[in-house]
C-alpha cells in the first residue's frame, strides 16, 4: 500500500462528513514577524502590544490573516489537492483573536457537492473551522472548490448545494472580548479616520506597489503549512511558473490598504472572495477598496463592510464593458473590517 | 478629500515642530532570528542569552541596528516620503537596550530648514527619538534631508542650520546599565581582542562577501515598516530596479565586521554617515573598518570609534586623488562600540 | 597581526585537541518560524506545542536539524573554512531535545588525521557536541573534511583513523525524557502509519518537489550562522553560482519526507551521510526512502532506520550500474527516527 496521500477526489465527498484536518500548529512571535518582514502590515493594533493593551485586549492578537492562512493551509491536503480551481468563499466570521502560542487546527464539513455535467469533476462545497487549543472556535468559512474525480464512472452524487448568504450580517459580527476605542490614539495609529469618515462608494487608492519575488511568496506559503505544489515546483507547468498562492495576494492588499484604511485594525468577516486571475512572480501588485457598507456594533465600534481589489494595473480597474474581470485584476474580496465608530 | 497620506513636503515644516509617528513595534524574538537570517550577524551579546547574563545583562538585547531600523522606519512615511535625498546623520545615542517584547514608537523634532537656491526644495534637519513602552528614550539621532516643495512659490523660511557634533564625545555614550565583561569569555565569543590591541588608524579587512537578493532587502524593509516605495516598486524606476534601503547595507556591514571586531559588541554612538552610492541586487558586499578613536568608559569597558566602509568592491577603497567617493563605495559610517577594554 | 580568522589547516590539528567554537546562541520561536518558512515542516511533535504535550512533553522542541544546522554552524569557523570537501558523517545522537530559550554551543575533539599522498591536504576527524545552557550535550556527531595545508612542507602527523560505527546501535538511541505515544493521535499526526506498518527495504517516493532559489538557502544559511563564503558571494566561484549549504538539502528532504513518513516525529540518530553532488539555486529537489532497520526502544516507541535520499530527479535514482551515484543525487542520508511502534 502507498503511504503517501494522493488527495481526495470528487467521489470521496459526501454531504455531512467531517474531516479532521492534519496538523495542529502553533503560532507565535516568530509567524507575526515573518509576517510583517513579508507583507507590508502596519495595523498598529497587530503591530503593538502596547497598542492593543491601551484597546483593551491582553495583548496584540495575530493578525486575522494569520489565523486564515493557518487554517487554510492544513485543509489543502484534503480537499484542494486535486482541486483544478478554487471557486469561492462565503460566510467567514472570525469568531474571537489568537494569541502568540495559541494551537490552531482545522476541521472541515462538506456541505454540498454538484457533480459537473461532463462527467469528469464536481464542486464540492465545505465549511472549515479553525479551533485552538481550548477547543475553541476561532474562525469559519465556506469554500467550495472543484475537484476531480478519480474514477469518471463512479455515480453521480445528489446535488446538495448550500444556502450561502451574499454577506454576514452586521449582527453577527464577533468583537473580540475586551476590544473597545475609546482611548484610541488616531495619531500613533496612522490616519485620523473614523468609520463615519467614509462615505458609502467611496473609493480609495492604496497608492503603493509592491514587486513579487519567487522566494517570497514560497517562505510566505509554506510558512502557512500550505503544500499545494504548484506554489513550489517549478517543473510542475510547462512554462516553468510557479503559481502564487491566493491567500499571498490578500495579504498583500490588506497590508497595502493600510494607506486610507488605517483605522480598520481587525478583519471580523469575509463575506466573499474571487481569485481572478494568477499572480506570479515579477507581479507588481497594487490595491484599492471600496466602500460597500456600514455598521454600528458596539458603542465606540463600528464595521465597514469594503471591496478590496487587487490588481496589476492602475487603480479602480475591474471589469470590463461585458462585466468580465480584467485581466490585470487578481482578486476582488468582500469583507467587514472593525474600526473606530 | 483624500484618505491617503501623501508626506510632507518642504514648507510643510516649521523649526520647533515635534511629529509623533505611527506606528507603534513590539519586537521580539521573532525579529531576532530574521535578523539572523537577513544578516551574517554573529556577536555574542546580541546572539545568547547565556553570554548576556555572563556580561551583567537580563538577557539578550535586540541587535543596537533592530532598534535603529525600527525607529527609522516609523519616521519615513512623515520625514523621507518626498525626500530628494538622504543626506546624513549625526548625533546617534544609544540610551538604552530594547528587549524582546518591548514596543518601540518615534517622534521627531524639527530642528533646521534651509530652503535650496532653486527655490524647488530644501534641507529638513529633524532629531529622532525612539521611546519605549515606558515612555523612556532608548535611542536619539540627527538626520537631515533633502525634500521638495509641493508649491514652488510658498515663501522660504528663515534658515535655521543646527550646530551639530562631528562625533559624539565619549563621556556622552551610554554603557548599558548593569553591563560588565568581567568575565568576559572571548573564546566564546570568537576573538581574543581587546580595546587596547587595536591601534589608531588600523585598518580591518572583513573578508568576507554577501551577494545580495531582491527578495532580502525587501523582507528586511518591510519587517522594519519602511514605506518607501523605491524599495519595494519595480515599475518606479525607468531601469526597472529596486533601490535598496540604505540601512540594509549598514546592516550587512557591521555584521561582515564581526571577522576582525568580534568583540565590538554594541553600538553606543553614530557619529555621521552617508550612503555613497546606490546599492542593487545581484551587488556583492564588502567591507572593511578603521579605528578612529579609542576612550575608556567604566572598569573594564572602553569604547572604539570605527569608520566602516561597505563597498562592492576590494577592501580600503574610499576616494579618489580628489577626494570623492569612489563609484564601488556605498557606505561611509562612523560609529562608537563598546568592547573590554 | 591581522585581526581576522583565517581558519585552521591541516598541520594546526592534533589528535586529542579541543576547539571550543564561538558564538552561542538562543534559539526560540522566530528560528522555529523561520525553519517552516524555509522548509516545508510538517511533523506535528515540532509543529504544535499541544501536540507536543500529548506526546509527555514540556512543548514543542525545536526541530532536531535546527539543533543540528546550529551546532554545525559554529564549526565551520574552525573546521571547515579552509576545507576542500565535507566527507562525511557518522554516530550522530540527538542526546535530549532543545526547547525555544535554550541557548546551544559546540565543540569539537580531534579523533583523526590521515595526511594525504600528494602532500597538500589531509582528511581531519572531528567529534562534535552540541552543549545547552546547563553544560548537556544535547547532541554529538563525528564528522570528517578535507582540508589544505598552509605550509606543504609541514611535516606528515601520525596517521590516526577513528574507529567509527557503521550506524549506531539502537540501544544507543535515545528517547526524549517524558515521550510517549500512548494517546498518539493519528488524524492529526496526518498519516495512520506506526513503525510496524513499514516493511524492511520499503521504498517510498515523498512525491513533492521544490524549486530552490538563493534568497531561501542564504536565509537559511545564515540562520545557522554559517559562515562558508562558498554559500553567499556570487564572486567566488567563475560560474557566479553559490553552492548550497549541503544541511540544507537534509532539511528539504527531511521535510519532504513528512508524505509517507509522518509519524517520524524525532531524528534519533545519523548513522551516516553524504552530499553526493553539489545544488544550485533553480534546482528542484525531491525526496525518496528506504527502511533499512525497525527496533523497539520503549513501550509503544519504535524507532525506523532510513535512507533518505534528496535528488533532482526522479524518485529511488540513486547510483548506476558501477556504483556510481546518479549526477542527480544530492543527497545519501541514514537516520534513526523515533515514531508509534
Same mark, same amino acid.
Given at each position: ?28 512571535? =516568530? ?87 461532463? =462527467? ?57 472580548? =475586551? ?54 515546483? /517549478? ?11 491566493? =491567500?499571498?495576494?490578500?495579504?498583500? /492588499? ?88
Amino acid at each position: 500500500m502507498s503511504k503517501t496521500n494522493s488527495g481526495r477526489f470528487f467521489e470521496d465527498y459526501t454531504v455531512g462528513d467531517v474531516i479532521r484536518h492534519a496538523v495542529p500548529r502553533t503560532v507565535a512571535e =516568530g509567524e507575526r514577524a515573518l509576517y510583517t518582514a513579508l507583507y507590508p502590515q502596519r495595523f498598529a493594533l497587530h503591530s503593538s502590544d502596547a497598542f492593543a493593551l491601551w484597546c483593551g485586549l491582553d495583548g496584540s492578537p495575530m493578525d486575522d490573516l494569520i489565523t486564515f492562512h493557518t487554517v487554510f493551509g492544513k485543509t489543502v491536503p484534503d480537499i484542494s489537492l486535486n482541486a483544478v480551481a478554487n471557486l469561492g468563499y462565503a460566510e467567514g466570521r472570525f469568531l474571537q483573536p489568537v494569541f502568540p502560542g495559541d494551537t490552531l487546527r482545522s476541521e472541515s464539513q462538506v456541505i454540498g457537492v454538484k457533480q459537473n455535467s461532463n =462527467g469528469k469533476s464536481g464542486v464540492v462545497w465545505v465549511r472549515t473551522t479553525g479551533i485552538n487549543q481550548s477547543d475553541e472556535a476561532v474562525l469559519s468559512y465556506v469554500r467550495w472548490v472543484m475537484v476531480r474525480k478519480k474514477d469518471a464512472a463512479a455515480p453521480a452524487p445528489d446535488t446538495v448545494i448550500p444556502d450561502l448568504t451574499d454577506a454576514v450580517s452586521p449582527t453577527d459580527l464577533v468583537v473580540p472580548e =475586551g476590544l473597545n476605542f475609546d482611548d484610541y490614539d488616531f495619531g500613533l495609529a496612522g490616519e485620523p479616520h473614523r468609520a463615519s469618515d467614509y462615505a458609502i462608494e467611496e473609493r480609495i487608492d492604496h497608492v503603493d506597489g509592491v514587486t513579487i519575488e519567487e522566494a517570497e511568496h514560497m517562505l510566505a506559503t509554506r510558512l502557512w503549512q500550505n503544500t499545494a505544489k504548484v506554489h513550489f515546483d /517549478a517543473t510542475h507547468r510547462e512554462d516553468g511558473k510557479r503559481l502564487i498562492y491566493g =491567500g499571498h495576494i490578500i495579504s498583500l /492588499a490588506r497590508a497595502l490598504s493600510f494607506n486610507g484604511l488605517a483605522n480598520a485594525q481587525c478583519i471580523a468577516a469575509i463575506n466573499g472572495g474571487a481569485h481572478v486571475n494568477p499572480c506570479f512572480a515579477g507581479d507588481t501588485v497594487r490595491a484599492w477598496s471600496e466602500v460597500l457598507d456600514r455598521a454600528d456594533l458596539a458603542p465606540g465600534i463600528a464595521a465597514l463592510r469594503l471591496r478590496l481589489v487587487a490588481t496589476r494595473g492602475a487603480a479602480f480597474a475591474l471589469r470590463d464593458e461585458n462585466g468580465k474581470y480584467l485581466p490585470e485584476v487578481l482578486l476582488d474580496l468582500d469583507y467587514w473590517a472593525l474600526m473606530p465608530a
